[in-house]
Structure formats: C-alpha cells, structure tokens
C-alpha cells in the first residue's frame, strides 16, 4: 500500500494530526502511517471522510471542467436552440391567439417570450438529463460541485442568470466557469472523463 492509500485512511480517521515537519501523522502512534494493509488504530469518522471525499470530488471536477471554447460551442449550438424554441413559441402564440401582432407592446411581448423560451429550454433540459442539445454535442454536463445532478432549485437559477446578457462576458473573466456556474455553486465538466473517476 503506497502512501496516498494510507492518507486515504488518515484523512478519514478520528485520530489524524497535522504535523508542520512531518504532515499527517496519528495522534497515538504519534508517527506517519506505515501500515500495510490495515491500521489498527483506525476510527472513522464520518464528517472528516464526507469532507475528504467531497474535496476529492472537487479535485476530479476541476481537472476535468470544460474548456473555454467548449463553453463558447456550448452557448452557440444553445442559442440556437433556443431561438427555434421561441420562433415556434410565437408561431403558437399567433396560431392560438392571432391578434397578438396587433399588440401595443408587441416588442416587450417578445423579449420577455424570447426570456420564457431561453429559461424553458435550458431548465427542462438539465434537469432531466444535466445536458443541453450544446452539452450534448461537446460531450460536456452541468453537476453540482459534489458531482451531483444539480437540484432543481439551482437549473432554474442558473437558466434565470442566462439571459443577464453580462453572464456570459463573466467567462472572459473566470477561466472555466461563467456567472450562472459560480452563483449556483455548479460546474460544466467533461461527461466521460470525470464520471470515469468519480
């Protein structure tokens, strides 16, 4: 057993002890771990191996984030999208309703459609399968920052910041991430390689 499989059990056990010199060491044998296979001084403890198990899904997610350009595809192919998601929206609208062309405010009533169309199609989509038609296409998904399939609380929030036109200005900024990643605690990784691993 090489010494990142012991620390696997170091940093879930009551009885671990930071060390300035010597990093992790056990607080009753006051030594590094040196086991083999098992430790006989191990003790679980749940919250320290969910904290380390959560910050080894994090590691796994940051190494496996789309890329820029994948995102920048991504937003593409979606618009697109959910352009044709609203042009067939209005065309019901005007089926069903035809005087809607004859509305006073017939811009507003579209921009907020177009809004509507753009929340509706990126939150049905990820929330049945975390991938948009975009996601789909670059072999990318939306998880939660524990790897999860984000709720449904957060897809909505994330579909909400979308059509703040400053949100996607954001991935400029961050380097894998835009506004409705960061402010949902979400993260768009590569589908294949990170599920591989986690």
Known sequence: MNREHQL???KACLHQKNDNERGLICRITH???NFTSECTTYHEDKFLKNKYELHEVAKCLQCHQASKGQRIVNGLIDWAFSFLFFILTINLFNVVIPETNQ???????KYTLGAVAIILYYSIMESITGRTFGKMITGTKVVSESGQQPPLSSILMRSVYRIIP???LSLL???????????????VVLYQ???KQL
Do not use: Q, S
Request: net charge positive; proline share 6%.
């Open 31 to 33: 030594d590094t771990p």
């Open 193 to 195: 390689a990170a599920f």
């Open 166 to 168: 400053i949100d996607w």
């Open 8 to 10: 696997r059990f170091c």
């Open 103 to 109: 509305m006073p405010n017939l811009i507003v009533f």
């Open 173 to 187: 900024y961050w380097k894998y991430e835009c506004g409705h990643d960061r402010w949902t605690k979400t993260r």
